[in-house]
């Protein structure tokens, strides 16, 4: 087993074995899911503190169960309702945390770089739940064992990425884990949200669902993050689901077998159509969240495994 991170920040620092190990070890635990029997309890003693600065659904209800089912003591921060709002920066809310003691921190932050910052600042392993339009590695490697479980490999695959890629975290991390992983990977979109450059990120860019589509073995649609938006970024959203929504005719073009993901919270009638989004026979969509529990449950125990035994405190 090769795992050497002390933090998951992001897909960037991973090695592709890494990758690989991680996957392994959640697809064992994505089976046990799916069993009634006991899992092993390899957090037992630990505490984990979930810190969301950012409403959330799945991911903190995700991390919550699977630092659950391993054991762990969970803790859920309501940082809506926090110091924060009282004028205490990122920084003292954390130091605050870590003299507290938890073993594993779990963030999501509004801005870029945030989650990074604070894992300099702790002495306790620290995964990103989702920063900024940065990264969101999680969701990521939910979706690559999504994949992998699906098409039997996650190699020389076509993967399509359509929607908003321009304010999406999901994106940016997907793109570095199929790179990684030598896929071909297109992004579609109309230009207003596809970012400047990213041509230059080894990825085929397409204004058009029908070429962009075409062959493709997964089709990963995003959401409109119209929280991230500071104007019009489309004329309205029946033209844009016209143009660029998932729906059966749209998909045609995409390979028979292809399968459809969106990592939700989902528009339907926005981004995918509803029926489609429901259709077990081409949506993997409720995997996603399935594979996403048993993928926090391996990134945990992987970075607990090599916590130190440094007393823990704050650093100085
Ligand atoms: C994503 C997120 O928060 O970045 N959702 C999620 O984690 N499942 C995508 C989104 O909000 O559209």
Redesign the pocket.
């Known amino acids: 087993m090769t795992f050497r991170q002390k933090h998951l920040l992001g897909i960037e620092p991973l090695h592709p074995d890494e990758i690989r190990s991680l996957l392994d070890l959640a697809n064992s635990y994505a089976d046990q899911n799916r069993t009634s029997g006991p899992v092993e309890k390899s957090l037992a003693g630990l505490t984990q503190v979930n810190m969301f600065f950012e409403n959330?659904t799945?991911?903190l209800a995700s991390f919550e169960l699977a630092g659950k089912r391993l054991g762990a003591t969970v803790m859920n921060m309501a940082m809506q309702a926090s110091s924060i709002k009282k004028g205490e920066t990122l920084i003292d809310t954390a130091l605050t945390l870590n003299a507290m003691h938890p073993d594993l921190l779990v963030v999501r932050h509004p801005h870029s770089g945030a989650v990074n910052l604070l894992a300099e600042k702790v002495n306790c392993a620290v995964l990103n739940a989702?920063d900024g339009r940065h990264e969101?590695p999680t969701?990521a490697l939910l979706d690559a064992l999504t994949i992998r479980r699906a098409k039997g490999r996650l190699h020389r695959l076509t993967v399509a990425i359509c929607g908003d890629i321009a304010h999406s975290?999901?994106a940016r991390s997907n793109i570095i884990l199929l790179g990684k992983m030598e896929n071909r990977i297109r992004l579609i979109g109309p230009p207003t949200l596809i970012p400047a450059g990213a041509a230059d990120w080894g990825v085929e860019v397409y204004g058009n669902m029908a070429k962009g589509l075409k062959d493709a073995d997964v089709v990963m649609m995003?959401?409109l993050?119209k929280e991230r938006m500071d104007g019009a970024f489309i004329p309205s959203e029946r033209e844009y689901f016209h143009r660029f929504g998932l729906d059966a005719e749209k998909l045609a073009h995409a390979k028979p077998d292809a399968i459809v993901m969106h990592?939700?919270?989902m528009n339907r009638g926005v981004e995918i159509d509803g029926t489609l989004a429901d259709d077990i026979n081409r949506s993997h969509i409720q995997e996603q969240v399935e594979m996403g529990v048993a993928v926090r449950m391996a990134a945990m125990e992987l970075l607990a495994r090599n916590l130190t035994g440094k007393p823990k405190g704050v650093w100085v």
Do not use: A, K
């Open positions: 959330s799945r991911t989702g969101h969701q975290r999901v995003l959401r993050q990592p939700g919270p």
